[in-house]
């Protein structure tokens, strides 16, 4: 089975700071990991996924995410927080792709980002 | 143009009462996917369709019904709502025929209210 854990319900960064959103993944298989941005009453964007290859992905909005095995971590960071950066954030697993899981994704709890001027 | 649309947006209803939610995709893509994001924002997947076929059926109550005309629409028909069935439905569709590798792209969500 797989599962997601995202450190922080609540994850509180001043203008211009470090974004560091944490996400620690289980599964049995080579995973394949996402993280999605939801704007309050919109519905889900992905920032970035990795699936194979390169261990560190960029993704939309200055946002990237290492894969590292070892850890089991797929944490999200950018460089320098933005007012607009304000959401909740969802890492999620997709599931081993044989046909009765139909590659649904597993989410974790969510990450709510407030940016403070 | 909209990838993934869902109607309606808001929903308002009594306890008891049938309603349905429509979901449609201009991808092209094979698979078609209902979530459920509760009052807490925590988002599990309901059902999942891929090209018109059943293939992921998550423990829900069998008053929900999902239904596939083709492979662009997924609709959800919900009978005898109940107060905890209130929470924000997301249509969802993806390419799972190349190898999972795919995106799933989200559709706006719809936010049922059970009286």
Same mark, same amino acid.
């Given at each position: 089975a797989q599962s997601v854990t995202q450190l922080g319900s609540h994850v509180s960064v001043s203008e211009g700071a470090l974004v560091l959103l944490r996400c620690n993944y289980s599964s049995s298989v080579p995973p394949y990991l996402f993280w999605y941005v939801q704007y309050p009453n919109q519905g889900l964007q992905l920032l970035l996924k990795y699936t194979t290859g390169a261990t560190l992905v960029k993704g939309i909005n200055g946002f990237e995410a290492e894969f590292k095995k070892s850890e089991t971590s797929f944490h999200l960071t950018?460089?320098?927080?933005?007012?607009s950066d304000a959401a909740e954030y969802f890492c999620a697993v997709r599931a081993a792709l044989i046909?009765?899981?139909?590659?649904?994704?597993?989410?974790g709890q969510g990450t709510e980002l407030s940016v403070k001027p | 143009d909209t990838a993934v649309s869902q109607t309606p947006k808001y929903l308002v209803t009594q306890m008891g009462n049938d309603k349905s939610i429509k979901c449609e995709q201009n991808l092209g893509h094979d698979t078609m996917y209902w979530y459920k994001q509760d009052s807490k924002k925590f988002l599990k997947i309901m059902f999942s369709y891929n090209n018109k076929e059943l293939i992921i059926n998550e423990t829900v109550p069998n008053r929900f019904s999902p239904k596939s005309p083709d492979k662009a629409h997924l609709n959800l028909h919900i009978n005898s709502l109940e107060l905890g069935d209130s929470a924000v439905y997301f249509c969802a569709s993806s390419q799972v025929a190349? #190898? #999972?590798?795919?995106?799933?792209?989200? #559709?706006p969500g719809t936010r049922l209210t059970v009286l």
């Open positions: 950018k460089p320098s927080a933005h007012m046909y009765n899981q139909g590659g649904k994704l597993i989410f | 190349s #190898g #999972g590798r795919d995106e799933q792209f989200f #559709g």
